[in-house]
C-alpha cells in the first residue's frame, strides 16, 4: 500500500467519508426462540459497553440479570511485584544446569501473588413478578441486531403483552418497557438484589421514592471460609444501582425496597449504576443521569439508543443466503446444524453476532471487553472473568479493526496504558530491569501486570505487553493515525522492547540472544529425565514476539522520524536473534528451542503459530514455513487439537492465512455444533467471549486480508458460502472494502480510501492490479479486476 498524500488531515477524511450516500438499509438480523430461557446460556445480551443485562424472558417470573464492567473487589495499591533479580538470576542458573523440575515447582512461589482470588462480579438481578396466572400464547423472545434491542411479545386471554429491553450509550441508561393491551393492565411486583459472598450480604436496599428502588453495596471477595469463619477479605469497589419507574396508568407503591405496580398498562422502568471506580460521587451520578431522563418517553430513549448503536453496527453487512431459514427459532437451527445440516444464514448471524457483543462490551470511556466481555452472573466467576493476556483479552479485539469498529478498540488501549505505567515497577523492582515495563498472563480491573498464577505451565509467561505491542501497531497500520502511533503506539511498543533489550541472554552455544525463562501457553514438554516440564531456554512463541516488537518499533520509528541510541540497539539485537520459526526435522514448527517430545499432542494453544495468526512472518511468500505451519496444525488436529471455544476460532483464522476453505468450512461446522450455546455465546465451556470474537475475526480473514501489504479478496471462500456479499470490511491503510460474489467468483469489488489518497494493489486468485483511490471516492471493480465506469 503506497500512501500518495500523507500530509491531508484524517479529519478531512472522515468528513468526506461521511458525505458518502447512505447504504442499503439492513436486512432483519434477528436471533429468536418460541420460549423464555431456562438458564443463563439462554438469555439474551444487552449492553452499552459499561451497563449490561441478560434478559430471560419469562412471563410470570422474570429475571433480569445486571453487569457493570467496574464491578470488582480489590483496589489500585496491592503491590507491584513480587521476587528479585537475585530470584530471576537463581531460576536462570537451574535452567542452564539441566533442571527444570525445580524451576517449576518452585517458580510461583518467588513471583506469583497466589493469595487472594479476584473475580468480576455480577451487579444483581431485577426479579418482576407478575401476579396472575397467564395462559400464554404465540411466544416469541428475540434480539434484533440491527438495532440492538431484545423483545419479548405473547398473548393471554385475548391481550397481548410486551417486554422490550435495551442499554443505551447515548443517555447511560438500561431501559425496559412493559406493556399490555388487557383492560385491566397489569399487577407485578419489582425487586432488586445480589446474591451472597459466601454467605455474606453485600447489598442494601431501599425505596428513594414511591417510585424508586436503591440497591447499594460494597463489592468484596471474601475467599471462601475457614473453620466456619470467612478469611482473607477483600474490599473494592462501591456501587449504586438505581431503578425509577415512569408509568401511565395504574399505582405504583414503595415498601422495603419492593415496588409493587397495579392496573399498570405502561411502564417504563430505567435502571442507572455508577461505582466509585469510575466517580467518588456514584451516588450523585445516578441523580444526574436520572434527573436528565425526566420527560423523555420510552420512543425518545429508544430512537436515540437506535441512532447511536447503529452508527457503529450498521457500516457492516454480510449476506450469505439462506434467509428463508428466518421462520425457523435460532435453537432449532442449532440443533439442525449440530445434525449434520448447512445453514450459512446463521453463520452470518454469528459473525454479526460478534460486532453486537463488542459494541455493547467496549465503548470509548469503558473498561475493555473481560473474558466474558461484560455478562457475569457469578460472584467467582470461571477464570475470575479477567483480563488473560496469553491470547483471550487480544482474541476480543481481533474482530476491532477489520470489522469497521475502531472505536471500540479505545478501551483496549486505555488499559494497555495502565498496565505499562505498572508494568515499569514491575521490570525494575521484580527482574532489576531499569528501563521498560512488562506484563504477564492475566490481569484485573487495576491493571496488575505480575505473575498471579499457581503453574509455571501458564503463569511464568512474560509475553503479555508483547501481544498487546501488537495491537497497538496493528492499530495505526489500519487507522494510518500518525497522531496514534505518536501519542500512544510508539511509547508502548518501544517501552516493551526496552524491556526486551535486557531480558535477553546470550546463548554460549549458538551466539544468538534468546529469551528465558520461557514457557509456551499452557503447554508442556519431556525433559531429559522423561517427565514432563514448563519452563525452558527458550521458546518459539517468546522469539516471534520479541521480533515482531522489534520489527514494530523499527518501523514505527522510521514513520516518526526518529533515528536514536534505542533504534540502533533495536536494529542490533534484531540481527542475533535466536529465530522464532525453526522447522524441525519431521517438517513441523518447534515450539521450543529444541525438538522435544509432548505429553500432550493435540494441546489446544497453537503458540507456536502466532507468526503465522495474529503475526504475519510466516505468509505464502516462504513456501517452506507455510508448509511447515500446514504441517504443524495437521499433527495437531490429529492428535484431537483445537477442541473448543476460542481455539476452534482460532484454528479459522489460521485455516484463513494459510489459504485453505475447506479446513476453515469444516471448522466453522464443529464450531457451532460444540461450542456455541442457544443465545449464541461461545462455550468453551464455561462460556468465554473470545471464541465470539475469534470466529467474527476469522469469517472477515476468509473474506478479505491485507496483512501481507496488498488485499487478497476472496483468499479462503468455504464452498457453502458460494453466493453472498460483505459490505463496509476494512483494510489496513484505512481502505473500506464492499465483496459481491456468485457460485465461489467475484462479482464486483468496491474500495474506498478513508483518510488519504492509496495507490492499492489488489490480488484474486492469480490476478493483480494496482488501483488509484482518491480519498473518500468509491472505485468498483469487476470480478477480472477490471475497473467499472
Known amino acids: 500500500m503506497i500512501r500518495l498524500n500523507v500530509l491531508l488531515l484524517s479529519v478531512l477524511g472522515l468528513v468526506i467519508f461521511s458525505c458518502q450516500q447512505p447504504k442499503e438499509p439492513l436486512a432483519t438480523n434477528e436471533i429468536w426462540y418460541a420460549q423464555p430461557a431456562s438458564k443463563w446460556m439462554q438469555a439474551l445480551p444487552v449492553g452499552n459497553g459499561r451497563l449490561g443485562a441478560m434478559v430471560f424472558g419469562d412471563p410470570q417470573h422474570e429475571r433480569i440479570q445486571l453487569n457493570e464492567d467496574s464491578m470488582w473487589p480489590g483496589a489500585a495499591d496491592w503491590g507491584n511485584s513480587k521476587g528479585t533479580p537475585e530470584d530471576l538470576a537463581h531460576y536462570r542458573k537451574l535452567l542452564l544446569e539441566g533442571n527444570p523440575h525445580e524451576v517449576d515447582a518452585n517458580y510461583m512461589d518467588s513471583f506469583s501473588y497466589k493469595t487472594v482470588v479476584r473475580s468480576h462480579q455480577t451487579m444483581g438481578d431485577l426479579y418482576i413478578d407478575f401476579l396472575d396466572d397467564k395462559k400464554v400464547e404465540n411466544y416469541k423472545r428475540a434480539l434484533d441486531l440491527n438495532k440492538a434491542l431484545v423483545s419479548v411479545v405473547y398473548s393471554a386471554d385475548g391481550a397481548e403483552y410486551s417486554e422490550k429491553v435495551f442499554s443505551s450509550q447515548a443517555d447511560d441508561v438500561m431501559v425496559i418497557q412493559l406493556s399490555t393491551t388487557a383492560e385491566g393492565g397489569m399487577d407485578f411486583d419489582l425487586k432488586l438484589d445480589r446474591p451472597e459472598d459466601h454467605g455474606h450480604k453485600t447489598v442494601s436496599t431501599s425505596n428513594p421514592s414511591n417510585s424508586e428502588i436503591s440497591m447499594l453495596g460494597m463489592v468484596t471477595q471474601y475467599g471462601g471460609k475457614k473453620n466456619s469463619q470467612p478469611y482473607e477479605i477483600d474490599y473494592g469497589v462501591k456501587f449504586e444501582t438505581r431503578l425509577k419507574v415512569v408509568n401511565n396508568s395504574g399505582t405504583v407503591t414503595a415498601k422495603d425496597g419492593v415496588l409493587s405496580l397495579k392496573g399498570v398498562k405502561n411502564a417504563t422502568l430505567l435502571i442507572v449504576c455508577n461505582t466509585s471506580f469510575y466517580t467518588d460521587n456514584y451516588e450523585a451520578k445516578n441523580e444526574e443521569t436520572l434527573t436528565k431522563l425526566q420527560g423523555k418517553s420510552f420512543d425518545d430513549l429508544l430512537e436515540r439508543h437506535i441512532e447511536d448503536y447503529g452508527e457503529l453496527y450498521a457500516r457492516v453487512d454480510l449476506d450469505l443466503g439462506g434467509k428463508s431459514l428466518d421462520s425457523i427459532p435460532t435453537d432449532q437451527r442449532l440443533k439442525n446444524i449440530k445434525e449434520g445440516k448447512d445453514d450459512p444464514d446463521l453463520a452470518a448471524k454469528l459473525f454479526q453476532y460478534g460486532r453486537y457483543l463488542l459494541i455493547s462490551s ?84 487495576w491493571a496488575t501486570p505480575w505473575m498471579r498464577a499457581e503453574r509455571t505451565y501458564w503463569g ?201 476453505a475447506k479446513s476453515a468450512q469444516e471448522n466453522i461446522q464443529k464450531f457451532m455444533q460444540i461450542s456455541v450455546a442457544d443465545n449464541l455465546f461461545d462455550e468453551h465451556p464455561p462460556f468465554q467471549i473470545d471464541g465470539n470474537f475469534g470466529y467474527t475475526a476469522g469469517v472477515a480473514e476468509l473474506l478479505m486480508q491485507s496483512h501481507e501489504g496488498f488485499i487478497r479478496v476472496l483468499p479462503a471462500l468455504p464452498e457453502n458460502w458460494g453466493t453472498g456479499a460483505i459490505n463496509g470490511l476494512v483494510a489496513r491503510g484505512n481502505v473500506e472494502v464492499d465483496l459481491e460474489w456468485q457460485e465461489g467468483n467475484l462479482v464486483k469489488i468496491g474500495l474506498m480510501a478513508k483518510t488519504g489518497d492509496v495507490l492499492e494493489t489488489i490480488q484474486y486468485r492469480n490476478q493483480r492490479k494496482e488501483v488509484e483511490l482518491p480519498i473518500g471516492k468509491k472505485i468498483w471493480l469487476n470480478g477480472d479486476l477490471t475497473t467499472v465506469n
Open 362 to 445: 467496549s465503548r470509548p470511556g469503558t473498561n475493555p471487553a473481560n473474558l466474558q466481555g461484560l455478562w457475569n452472573h457469578h460472584i467467582e466467576a470461571p477464570w475470575n472473568a479477567d483480563y488473560h493476556l496469553n491470547i483471550n483479552l487480544q482474541m476480543n479485539y481481533w474482530p476491532a479493526e477489520v470489522t469497521n469498529l475502531s472505536e471500540c478498540n479505545v478501551p483496549l488501549f486505555s488499559y494497555g496504558d495502565r498496565l505499562l505505567e505498572r508494568g515499569r515497577i514491575t521490570a525494575k523492582e521484580q527482574y532489576g530491569i531499569d528501563r521498560g515495563a512488562v506484563m504477564h498472563h492475566a490481569s484485573d480491573l
Open 460 to 660: 511464568a509467561w512474560i509475553h503479555g505487553g508483547g501481544w498487546l505491542a501488537q495491537h497497538y501497531w496493528e492499530r495505526y497500520r489500519y487507522t494510518q493515525d500518525e497522531n496514534f502511533l505518536k501519542e500512544q503506539g510508539y511509547p508502548f511498543i518501544k517501552a516493551i522492547s526496552e524491556f526486551y533489550l535486557d531480558w535477553l541472554q546470550k546463548d554460549e552455544k549458538t551466539g544468538k540472544w534468546i529469551s528465558f525463562p520461557e514457557a509456551s501457553p499452557e503447554n508442556s514438554y519431556y525433559a531429559a529425565d522423561g517427565k514432563p516440564a514448563a519452563m525452558t531456554t527458550g521458546a518459539a512463541m517468546g522469539h516471534q514476539i520479541i521480533a515482531e516488537a522489534f520489527g514494530n518499533a523499527v518501523k514505527a520509528a522510521e514513520i516518526l522520524n526518529i533515528q536514536d541510541a534505542f533504534v540502533n540497539e533495536v536494529k542490533t539485537k534484531l540481527i542475533d536473534l535466536h529465530p522464532g520459526v525453526v522447522i524441525g526435522d519431521d517438517g513441523r514448527i518447534l515450539e521450543w528451542n529444541e525438538p522435544y517430545e509432548e505429553p500432550e499432542k493435540g494441546h489446544r494453544h497453537m503458540s507456536h503459530l502466532y507468526a503465522l495468526h495474529p503475526g504475519d512472518a510466516i505468509t505464502s511468500k516462504d513456501k517452506e514455513f507455510f508448509a511447515a505451519a500446514q504441517k504443524t496444525i495437521d499433527y495437531r488436529l490429529q492428535h484431537g487439537g483445537a477442541g473448543t471455544g476460542w481455539s476452534r476460532a482460532w484454528m479459522i483464522n489460521f485455516n484463513a492465512r494459510l489459504l485453505d
